[in-house]
Structures are given as C-alpha cells and as structure tokens.
C-alpha cells in the first residue's frame, strides 16, 4: 500500500518527522499483514503505479497481527518541490536556499549565492533601506529572493546586489522572504565579506 505525504523538515532538529498514522492506515493494515505502509512523495501522483526509492520517504512495516510499526525513513529519499510545497526557484539565491532549507546545501553556499546574486530589498520610496523592529525587538531587514516573494501589501522594493547589501549592513537580521514558507532569518555579520575581498 501506498499514501502520499508531506515530509515536515523541521529548521533545526531532526532532519524529517514521520508522517502522522491515520485511521484508514489502520484498517488497511488489518487486510494486509506482513506488507508494508509506504510514505510516498505527493509529486508521484499515482500511488499504484511505480515509484522510484527516492521518490518514497519511508514506511511503516505491518506485523502479523495487522498492527502498524515504527515508521523507517528511507535514506534515499529527496523530498520533490511540489513536497515542499514551493515553486520552481527563479534564481540561483533562490535555489541555494531551497537546498540549504531541504537540508542538501549549506548556509556557505545560500551565503556565497546570495552575495553574489540580485535580490529584492525592503525600501522606503526614496530608496533607503527599510528597517522593520522584529518581534524579537532587534532590527530586521526584509529581503526577497524573487518578485512572487514580496507581500501584496504596497511596499516599496528595490533590487540589490547581495554582495553590495552585504558592504552596508550591519548590527541587525536579515529576514529572507518573511510570511512564506521558503523563509530564513539571519544576523546581517553571517553576510558580511572580508574587506580584503
């Protein structure tokens, strides 16, 4: 048997949590002892067809008596964006964000992409960066990686050269496409370049 689901890659912590064991997967298992239950990538949509292993998150093992197992995440599994529930990304920032929060790049590499690539600032309508006081009371900067990412609320963008942004900031958050699932949020100092290059 086959279901879809979600993975849920929590930001910090373990690097997925199991999928919730419903109802109807218990019937199911009480039909078919000694099969296994497979957490199934939602971008496969027919679950009865074929399923390639790392479009499958793992399983839970059904034991004789028709009673559900631990769940066993599958090492190969990499999880599609349609799992994610994103779009396609539109940049390279975009990209190197997406790997670094499904947790196949690092926050060197979202870095180096971001100091490298255009983005989107929160502007006033002279062009001077917009500071916003967070919910943490510290300053924060919104900073989008593409136009889909910046709220339907009126504000004033401006587009920005990461390595530029990173040469100006300094003693507060940068807060990566704020309200959206593809978000992070980091000191402005983890974008700051040497001086020396």
């Keep these: 048997m086959k279901i879809h689901a979600y993975p849920v890659i929590p930001f910090r912590g373990p690097k997925m949590l199991a999928p919730q064991v419903t109802e109807e997967m218990r019937r199911s298992a009480r039909r078919q002892p000694g099969r296994v239950i497979f957490a199934i990538d939602p971008a496969y949509t027919n679950p009865h067809g074929e399923v390639p292993d790392h479009g499958k998150l793992g399983g839970w093992p059904i034991d004789e008596n028709g009673e559900i197992g631990e769940f066993h995440f599958n090492p190969d599994y990499e999880p599609t964006l349609t799992a994610l529930r994103w779009r396609a990304p539109e940049n390279d920032v975009e990209r ?64 920005m050269n990461g390595g530029e942004l990173a040469k100006v900031l300094y003693g507060c958050y940068v807060a990566v496409n704020t309200g959206s699932s593809l978000n992070l949020r980091f000191p402005s100092s983890d974008l700051a370049v040497s001086a020396f290059g």
Aim: charged letters at 35%; a negative charge; hydrophobic letters at 40%.
């Design 96 to 159: 190197a964000l997406q790997a670094f929060r499904a947790r196949r790049g690092t926050a060197e590499a979202f870095l180096d992409a971001l100091r490298a690539g255009t983005v989107l600032v929160s502007a006033e309508s002279d062009g001077k960066l917009r500071f916003r006081e967070g919910d943490d009371g510290e300053r924060h900067l919104d900073v989008y990686t593409s136009a889909p990412y910046v709220p339907d609320d009126g504000r004033h963008v401006r587009a």
